[in-house]
């Protein structure tokens, strides 16, 4: 009996050590990008199966598979220490904080409308980025009188249901598509806040099943922040990690930066074992100090993210 539990545990371990394989090398397998968001998960996954073979006195296999954990969690730790690398340079230099953002999936089909708008109001955010965003659009007036300012639509088509809202205002707005996916899912404007002017980018990216789209919208949301000159702002669902090696990459080629953590927000279920797959980056001068879920999703199957974002000293 042993050995049968023994080796079963071994057959669900090779198994997930050829995920991890695929998660680890380019393999150029459909549905890669999607198990890269899930490194960490995947791994957490494996190091159980060890402890249980440990527990099995399978202990030369454990050992094994305990070797290819520490090899994948490395691979994905590095890229988190990269990232953070680069963020805390500028973090260190001396600034002011400059602004709240707020960013938020609420889920087309969501019935709590009138309160995720109410909510908004009361956030304290002086802009806020709104991916699928509907079931806000019978309640603008409560947002109005907060903000006065919007680019993107709320009515879902054909503006894309990406949103940007804003206490000062905006300018130079555009709406467009990133792929033939989904349309108009990508607006960005500019705007001042006290005395800084800034890029504001808001983005629904399409699902990372969807290979070729995928691919196609990062290299299209890439090409257009390369575009914008000066302090910029990220924000809105990707449906991936900061760690997949699109977003990674993204982030990589446009002089992006995380915030200091990246707290899960899908699915809401998970709560703070979820997936970040929405996120929120910036551009030099501008960092983010502080970035933190939200604790209710409103009936949302996303949680959505408040960033603190601070201008540092040139």
């Known amino acids: 009996m042993l050995r049968e539990l023994r080796g079963g545990l071994s057959a669900l371990a090779l198994v997930v050590v050829g995920v991890l394989l695929a998660v680890s090398v380019d393999l150029g397998i459909p549905g890669q990008a999607l198990l890269q968001s899930l490194r960490f998960h995947i791994a957490a996954a494996l190091l159980g199966l060890v402890l249980l073979l440990f527990i099995g006195g399978a202990w030369r296999r454990a050992l094994l598979f305990l070797l290819v954990f520490a090899v994948s969690a490395g691979q994905g730790a590095a890229i988190v220490y990269r990232q953070q690398e680069a963020r805390s340079v500028l973090a260190a230099a001396p600034g002011k904080p400059l602004f709240k953002l707020l960013s938020f999936n609420l889920l087309t089909g969501n019935q709590n409308g009138e309160n995720i708008a109410r909510f908004i109001a009361g956030s304290g955010a002086d802009v806020v980025t709104l991916m699928e965003a509907l079931p806000i659009a019978a309640h603008a007036g409560i947002l109005r009188a907060v903000y006065p300012y919007s680019a993107g639509c709320e009515d879902g088509s054909p503006c894309g249901g990406v949103v940007i809202l804003s206490r000062t205002p905006l ?138 974002i601070r201008l540092a000293a040139d």
Do not use: C
């Open 171 to 308: 300018a130079d707005i555009t709406v467009q598509s990133m792929s033939g996916a989904w349309q108009n899912r990508l607006v960005t404007a500019n705007t001042t806040i006290g005395g800084q002017k800034l890029n504001i980018v808001a983005a629904h990216l399409v699902k990372p099943y969807f290979d070729e789209f995928a691919a196609e919208e990062v290299a299209r949301l890439g090409a257009v922040i390369g575009g914008l000159e000066g302090p910029l702002v990220l924000a809105g669902d990707f449906n991936a990690s900061a760690w997949s090696e699109s977003l990674d990459g993204l982030m990589h080629r446009q002089s992006l930066l995380p915030g200091s953590s990246y707290p899960a927000t899908w699915p809401v279920r998970l709560g703070p074992v979820g997936v970040p797959i929405d996120n929120v980056f910036t551009r030099a001068p501008l960092v983010i100090t502080e970035v933190n879920a939200l604790g209710d999703s409103m009936g949302s199957n996303h949680r959505g993210l408040l960033a603190e």
